[in-house]
């Protein structure tokens, strides 16, 4: 059958244009979709303007067996081919073949740019209703109200993480539709699952990538192989292995709604981290089976740019790459009701794309957050002055990057694993602090020329900053201070009691910033994962969340959640305007390796007229005198957030070791 489709393909009558590059191609009209599925007939349509010519196969299966139907597609002036295969098709797979007779590859075969619904490892795309993927009241499925971008508070989790491990009392688990089982408990008793989320108060999950990536067999799911998902296949459908049936199309579109659905029921929007700067591979990449070398970026010489550190970067500045991650960021809002993305890399991309993608948003729903790494592994090739680097985030108005500053200034570098810094009672990162404490904007009382590594401001508004001590990808907070944080006698490695008092203080630090708060999944029962600074294929073993932790330090889970509630009734520190913030944060004297702050003048309207904020990262005690002579209630100390039971201050306050005081009057 494949020579004989071959055959018919290298014989197509339809001659293609000549264009001198790649650059010379047309775009596209109307949607980069491939499919679209009536009962009466499906619509294939395939960009792909330097083929000679190219067919639809229909199969009964995801895998295996021989093509049930073969359709010519045919050539329009626009790069695209296309056929109407007629009678119900619901239910079959298909794949693209392509004749290209100037490739080294010629013959071409994928599910196209754009699937939407895939069979097993995504090796051909599956014709399905939408309509039946919705689970049941989809239609009636809101997000969450927010009002502005300052008042997110983000939780970055794995879907196997998060409920793998033995004791998390989920059936169903590292999938999907582990969130649909409410109230599942620890062995202790204590809440796990999305009962635990709902109880810490974020506001949102930043799921890691989710759609069909390459790394895990989904034929062998028993072989528990465990991947983070940065290697895309098909961009715009569910990954199999979290879903509780892989070989069915429609199972893992069903549950991956279902998971948003019940996330969006207890109050909790979703955050999708997306990967398009780079490819599981290229030379079976659904970009490279049907355009070769235009959604890729090379070097002069011909070789493939490297800027995502994994063997290929894409070229978001060509008109087809831009159009397609417009349209499958639009996809997964509007057929997966997402709230927020997360960009890999972001600076792989260009500037023009990712203020289309924001401007594009802003017409769906303005509170749809958007954000990314302000960086990239090696130099994209790009010019430096459109790369959507940290550097140029004043560039792009509600686009944010994660503030590295904050992070290594409170933990040390991340490329040095012993590297002290701010938590260690390391003096000299003050500034870095500060700089993180206002949302990484224009301050008068931040001394830039001692920030770590920023000697300009570069967010236009403090929401535009990601605030944070650790995430996925280097080590857990506990394992960091761990390595990094000697013991008061010089021996060994410290003890839980003092690293539990610098989570706490990170926290603080975190929480207060007037950037976007966001925590790593188990930060607030102090995981770690022995050790292991780049988890992204490491077993369960590893990764998996131990809810016993959660009991053991419940007192550190309880400041987390006090620490949220106290951020989210407070507007002071969630203020989301630079003027605002240059208007009503001070910060006050004090000593080194102390950040002393207040928020002052009923700061955006809250109810407290005067907030104090002391982080305290000396193993000895401090005094800072107060700015008024009023006295203050305090709402923190030593890791106690309950100021019913904590004494009233006035004149100045002796803060604990280690530790955060907050007071307010």
């Known amino acids: 059958m494949l020579m004989v489709a071959s055959?018919?393909?290298?014989?197509?009558?339809?001659?293609?244009p000549h264009y001198d590059s790649v650059d010379d191609y047309p775009v596209k009209a109307g949607s980069v979709k491939e499919v679209a599925y009536t009962e009466s007939e499906t619509m294939f349509t395939l960009w792909s303007p330097n083929a000679d010519s190219a067919m639809v196969y229909l199969y009964e299966a995801g895998e295996g067996g021989e093509p049930v139907k073969i359709q010519h597609l045919t050539r329009r002036v626009d790069g695209a081919f296309e056929a109407a295969v007629r009678g119900d098709w619901k239910g079959y797979f298909y794949t693209f073949r392509i004749w290209d007779s100037s490739?080294?590859?010629?013959?071409?075969?994928?599910?196209?740019?754009?699937?939407?619904?895939?069979?097993?490892?995504?090796?051909?795309?599956?014709?399905?209703?939408?309509k039946e993927t919705n689970p049941e009241g989809w239609?009636?499925?809101k997000r969450p109200e927010m009002k502005?971008?300052?008042?997110?508070?983000?939780?970055?989790?794995?879907?196997?993480?998060?409920?793998?491990?033995?004791?998390?009392?989920?059936?169903?688990?590292?999938?999907?539709?582990?969130m649909l089982e409410d109230g599942t408990q620890s062995p202790e008793g204590e809440l796990t699952g999305i009962a635990h989320l709902q109880q810490l108060g974020i506001t949102h999950v930043q799921i890691l990538p989710s759609y069909d990536y390459g790394s895990v067999d989904e034929t062998r799911l028993a072989d528990n192989k465990y991947n983070w998902g940065y290697d895309p296949v098909n961009y715009n459908v569910p990954d199999g292995s979290y879903s509780t049936n892989p070989y069915d199309p429609v199972c893992r579109i069903r549950e991956f709604k279902q998971m948003i659905q019940a996330l969006h029921k207890v109050g909790i929007r979703v955050i999708l981290d997306v990967v398009y700067n780079h490819t599981f591979d290229v030379a079976q990449s659904n970009f490279t089976q049907t355009c070769p070398d235009y959604f890729?970026?090379?070097?002069?010489?011909?070789?493939?740019?490297?800027a995502s550190g994994c063997g290929n970067e894409t070229a978001s500045e060509r008109p087809m790459m831009r159009k397609f991650m417009l349209e499958s960021v639009r996809w997964w809002v509007e057929e997966y009701h997402l709230d927020g993305f997360r960009f890999d890399l972001m600076a792989i991309h260009d500037i023009p794309t990712m203020l289309e993608i924001r401007k594009m948003l802003d017409e769906i729903d303005p509170t749809i957050l958007l954000y990314g790494e302000g960086w990239a592994a090696e130099t994209p090739l790009t010019p430096e002055d459109v790369r959507p680097m940290k550097a140029n985030i004043y560039k792009m108005p509600r686009i944010g990057a994660f503030s590295d500053e904050l992070r290594d200034g409170l933990r040390g570098s991340c490329f040095d694993d012993k590297d002290e810094a701010f938590l260690a009672g390391e003096p000299g990162h003050e500034q870095s602090i500060r700089f993180g404490i206002v949302g990484a904007i224009a301050h008068p009382q931040v001394a830039m020329e001692k920030v770590n590594y920023s000697r300009e401001p570069w967010a236009l508004q403090p929401t535009q900053m990601i605030a944070y001590a650790s995430c996925h990808d280097d080590m857990m907070l506990t394992d960091r201070l761990r390595s990094s944080v000697k013991p008061a006698k010089g021996k060994g490695i410290i003890?839980?009691?003092?690293?539990?008092?610098?989570?706490?203080?990170a926290l603080t630090a975190v929480m207060t910033s007037q950037g976007i708060p966001f925590i790593f999944a188990g930060e607030e029962i102090m995981r770690d994962k022995k050790g292991v600074h780049n988890s992204y294929c490491s077993p369960d073993s590893i990764n998996a969340i131990d809810w016993s932790l959660k009991a053991k330090n419940h007192d550190l889970f309880d400041y987390y959640k006090s620490l949220i509630s106290i951020r989210k009734e407070h507007p002071a520190f969630r203020l989301g305007?630079?003027?605002?913030?240059?208007?009503?944060?001070?910060?006050?004297?004090?000593?080194?390796?102390?950040?002393?702050?207040?928020l002052k003048e009923h700061a955006g309207g809250d109810a407290w007229e005067d907030i104090v904020v002391i982080l305290n990262a000396n193993r000895k005690p401090v005094t800072v005198q107060l700015p008024t002579d009023n006295q203050y209630q305090t709402i923190v100390e030593n890791g106690e957030a309950d100021s019913k039971q904590l004494a009233a201050k006035q004149g100045s306050v002796t803060v604990y070791p280690q530790s955060a005081t907050i007071l307010a009057r």
């Open 7 to 16: 055959a018919a393909l290298m014989g197509c009558a339809n001659q293609k």
């Open 103 to 130: 490739s080294k590859w010629e013959l071409h075969e994928s599910p196209g740019i754009f699937a939407t619904a895939v069979g097993v490892n995504g090796k051909r795309g599956a014709i399905v209703d939408m």
């Open 139 to 141: 239609c009636n499925d």
């Open 148 to 178: 502005q971008f300052s008042d997110a508070i983000v939780y970055e989790m794995h879907h196997r993480d998060f409920s793998i491990h033995p004791n998390s009392g989920v059936n169903n688990k590292g999938k999907f539709i582990a």
């Open 296 to 306: 890729y970026r090379l070097r002069e010489d011909g070789s493939l740019g490297n």
């Open 495 to 505: 003890k839980d009691d003092e690293l539990k008092r610098l989570d706490m203080l």
């Open 577 to 598: 305007d630079a003027e605002l913030v240059c208007k009503h944060l001070e910060f006050l004297d004090s000593e080194d390796c102390v950040v002393a702050f207040r």
